[in-house]
């Protein structure tokens, strides 16, 4: 078993990465949300874009901040 110091540490290893990964998926959600407007614009429809995208319809009307059609 190991001692409590190291268990402190690799708790706070994985706290430190969790913080890293949260900050990476939000600085995904923006340009997900910014490529998905930028398509929108372009002419895309809301399928090929969720398509494209590999997300879902859902995902596509929450980017755009609209309600679903």
Known sequence: MEDAE???GKLTDLAHERTTVEQQ???LWKR??????????A???RREIAALA????QTVYKALG????
Request: net charge positive; glycine share 8%; proline share 4%.
């Open 54 to 57: 590999r997300v879902s319809p």
């Open 6 to 8: 190291a268990a402190r």
């Open 43 to 45: 002419g895309l429809n």
């Open 66 to 69: 609209r309600a679903e059609q």
């Open 32 to 41: 997900t949300r910014r490529t998905i407007r930028e398509a929108d614009g």
């Open 25 to 27: 998926l939000d600085e």
